[in-house]
């Protein structure tokens, strides 16, 4: 809307009226027969200041005075209860006038509202606002009209840009209170301006008055408001260093805070369009259709194809927030895989989000605390690159909902929905995007945003690392990709970009030393972890159809070309790939397209991994991953989740296509290309993803008989122990609280016995590796003297007070081995059967 259809609609008042500036009785002379326009009109926003309003107008009129022109001085009364309002009246200068409300007379409505009658009653062609106080001298109105003079709309007294200079100081705790809010302002509402509340500001007369007419705020954040309707309507605001000093009998009281960041939220939430809204709606709604088989009842409910990773993020949620609870160190537990424990951040706890959590986590449980960041955490994330796409692409919203829904709940992401919060929960990724191209922009800004994108990279480390590796991948391609196609740009942006990176890591880098470093060098850490075959994509698998595909699922298909449900890293159909091409050649002469264009086809190819199959023949040739496979950081990474790359810039040049479209001025070729992008997208909607009763777990656990099997110091070990094959246990060990150690496990360590190498869960001792081969196999093996030993020795190790047997296929050849080894029957006891290793034989 422009900004003279703004004013049209939004004329009224706080009340739903104009609001009314004087009545015969607040004013001394009849100003509608006065045809002289001045030259400045003071407004004075005045609430009990009977004490220094007096001084105030004297200084005020005294520098006018001397300065020559037409000028006029309201005072805009907000039901002041001493005698300010005589101050005024008192005075003979007709120039001198005095507003208020008649009907509210007496009541203190607050700043904003007294603003509102002031600025309506003005007839100047410029404005002044000052504070009754006079912080700001009167004097330092001429380097406001200087600014003025140079074209902007605005000119604001400043407390906080270099050249500002301070006499008497704020409390301590009132200028940390002033900063804080600052940073929320510029970081939620007003970009760009440093210091929105120092009471010394300069308009243009007329701006202003359309401006306070449309505002809505009584309190304090009407400055903030009002400067935001300048922004939006392209009027410049130049900010100005003044001298300021705090004088006593400050009218901010302890719950104007408060009240402030009240205004802050109505302000934020009235910037939002109805379809930015909807929108918002849309994809929370897409998200909760998803999760539906586990949304609702999330504590009762097991995502059929996580495997055991359900099992192992609650768990992960779990302990973070009983270290968390009992102020013990967050990177580290003891558990799982006893006595070595677990090196937490050299797993995907999330602490970004498990510690913040905690409160949750210890009122609902783990359960519940996935299932929201899961949910939330996917619709946050298209909501992050809906906003990207906005500022940065397209201004059409139908455009940039397409892009983020394809950028959010591709096929590979919905693949990793199943179990992999950490590349669902994506949210920080646009931002990261936005503050890097930021520091190619030519209009400043940049140590801002270069220390913010410090944070940003800091936090997402503590998000999820593998993302962040891959998205600076992305970035790192597409800026190749437009330097090809765009090198003189390049060539202007590359200086700036370096020096902001470097900014960037300097800020993040002392943030996430500590944690890093445990994770490389703390107690079970490890050097890289081998995935084994099959983890590279297929040509096949890029141009296929995901399992969870709506239209075109096929589950053994699938999975014949990924590594398991939740690994289905490709899968953007023939249909889409053949749209983007045509995208593509379409929009040729457009740069960016072709960066995206590249970006895309680099990740795919790359995805292909070190040795690439050439479809429908025997031949393979060498895939540019070999250059990256051994390289430090990227060992450990699975080659073909590198195609999650491709999403985002196939959501872009969607955006960039529905853009066109929409601007096509024959009806039959909008709808037809719309019907083709359609079409294509069909085949990726997904169907929710899969869910079934959860496993109750044993009353042996949930009504506490374990702790009389358990004594200080001793584990619990369940029969087999909890790996990544089976790691209900986990479940078992969550459910009490997690109120015993174990043995075992379903995490990332090393190897062992010196080496380092990362494996999944921890190395087989003999009676793990004995009880693991009887729950596949169903075979009770041969038990002699040397495996009752080994078994002695393993369970010494493992410091056992019992062994434990939950319900499972092959329970009864797993009883009936561990009889053998233990020397005694096991009993059954709450829903398990038990061998206690206190008793004698």
């Not at 106080?133 to 902007?152: F, I, N, T």
Request: aromatic letters at 8%; one cysteine or more; charged letters at 20%.
């Amino acid at each position: 809307m422009s900004a003279e259809g703004a004013l049209e609609q939004r004329t009224d008042g706080p009340s739903g009226r104009t609001p009314e500036p004087a009545t015969a009785t607040d004013t001394d002379t009849d100003t509608d027969t006065d045809t002289t326009v001045p030259d400045l009109s003071v407004v004075i926003p005045a609430y009990d200041e009977e004490r220094r309003l007096g001084p105030t107008l004297d200084a005020v009129t005294r520098y006018l005075g001397a300065g020559g022109g037409r000028w006029e001085v309201v005072v805009a009364d907000d039901g002041s209860t001493d005698g300010t309002r005589e101050v005024v009246t008192g005075r003979r200068d007709p120039r001198i006038r005095l507003v208020g409300d008649p009907v509210n007379r007496g009541r203190n409505r607050g700043k904003g509202h007294a603003l509102r009658l002031g600025i309506a009653a003005s007839r100047g062609r410029r404005i002044l606002v000052m504070d009754a106080d006079l912080a700001a001298p009167v004097e330092e109105l001429a380097h406001l009209e200087r600014a003025l003079s140079e074209g902007r709309a605005a000119a604001i007294g400043s407390r906080a840009v270099p050249g500002a200079t301070l006499g008497a100081r704020q409390r301590r705790i009132r200028e940390l209170l002033g900063t804080a809010g600052n940073f929320l302002i510029r970081g939620t509402t007003l970009r760009g301006i440093r210091d929105t509340q120092c009471g010394f500001k300069l308009f243009d007369g007329d701006k202003a008055r359309a401006a306070f007419a449309a505002s809505r705020l009584d309190g304090w954040a009407v400055d903030v408001e009002v400067l935001r309707h300048f922004r939006r309507a392209g009027w410049p605001v130049a900010e100005v260093p003044v001298h300021w000093s705090h004088r006593p009998g400050s009218k901010v009281r302890p719950l104007d805070y408060p009240r402030f960041l009240r205004d802050l939220v109505r302000l934020r939430l009235h910037s939002v369009r109805p379809a930015d809204a909807l929108a918002v709606v849309l994809f929370l709604v897409l998200s909760v259709a998803l999760y539906s088989g586990r949304v609702f009842d999330p504590a009762h409910r097991y995502l059929t194809d996580s495997l055991q990773d359900q099992n192992q993020w609650e768990w992960f949620f779990a302990v973070t927030a009983d270290n968390v609870a009992h102020l013990r160190n967050p990177l580290f537990t003891g558990l799982q895989g006893f006595p070595d424990g677990v090196n937490l951040m050299a797993n995907t706890t999330m602490p970004g989000l498990s510690v913040p959590l905690t409160p949750v986590t210890l009122l609902l449980g783990p359960a519940v605390t996935l299932s929201l960041v899961m949910v939330l955490g996917l619709a946050a994330t298209a909501v992050a690159w809906y906003r990207l796409i906005l500022r940065r692409l397209v201004r059409g919203r139908a455009a940039a909902f397409t892009r983020a829904v394809l950028a959010a709940f591709a096929p590979p992401l919905v693949s990793h929905a199943n179990a992999h919060p950490n590349f669902v929960v994506l949210f920080m990724i646009p931002p990261i995007v936005e503050r890097a191209l930021r520091l190619t922009d030519a209009d400043g800004g940049r140590t801002r945003d270069a220390v913010v994108l410090g944070l940003m990279a800091a936090y997402q480390l503590f998000l999820g690392e593998e993302p962040l590796l891959l998205a600076a991948l992305g970035m790192l391609l597409f800026a190749l990709a437009h330097a090809a196609v765009r090198p003189d740009v390049a060539r202007t942006a590359v200086r700036p970009l370096l020096r902001g990176l470097a900014v960037a890591a300097a800020v993040c880098l002392p943030l996430v030393v500590y944690p890093l470093a445990w994770q490389f060098s703390g107690p079970q850490s490890y050097t890289g972890i081998e995935h084994g075959p099959g983890t590279a994509n297929t040509v096949r698998a890029l141009i296929g159809f995901a399992e969870r595909s709506l239209l075109a699922g096929d589950a053994a298909r699938a999975d014949a070309l990924s590594l398991n449900p939740t690994e289905q890293n490709a899968f953007y159909g023939w249909p889409l790939v053949l749209l983007t091409l045509a995208i593509t050649v379409r929009l040729r002469r457009r740069p960016v397209a072709v960066a995206l264009a590249l970006t895309a086809l680099a990740a795919a190819v790359l995805s292909l991994g070190s040795t690439v199959h050439v479809p429908f023949t025997q031949v393979t040739v060498p895939g540019p991953w070999a250059l990256l496979a051994d390289r430090p950081l990227f060992e450990s990474v699975i080659e073909s989740r590198v195609a999650l790359v491709c999403a985002p810039p196939l959501g872009m040049l969607l955006a960039l296509a529905v853009d066109r479209l929409a601007h096509v001025r024959r009806p039959g070729t909008r709808y037809a290309g719309l019907a083709v992008v359609c079409l294509a997208l069909l085949p990726l909607v997904p169907a929710p993803l899969r869910s079934e009763p959860r496993a109750e777990v044993p009353a042996f656990f949930t009504d506490g008989t374990w702790r009389s099997y358990v004594r200080d110091g001793e584990t619990l070990v369940p029969v087999p122990l909890a790996e990544p094959a089976d790691a209900e246990a986990l479940h078992w060990q969550t459910a009490t609280g997690l109120g015993f150690r174990m043995p075992g496990g379903y995490f990332n360590g090393p190897y062992g016995d010196g080496d380092r190498s990362g494996v999944y869960g921890v190395p087989m001792r003999f009676t793990a590796g004995l009880l693991h081969d009887v729950r596949q196999t169903g075979v009770v093996p041969v038990i002699d003297p040397a495996a009752r030993a080994a078994a002695r020795q393993d369970l010494a190790y493992w410091r056992a007070g019992a062994l434990v047997l939950g319900p499972q296929p092959h329970a009864d050849a797993l009883r009936e081995t561990v009889d053998k080894l233990v020397g005694r029957r096991g009993g059954r006891v709450g829903g398990v059967w038990v061998w206690d290793l206190h008793e004698r034989s």
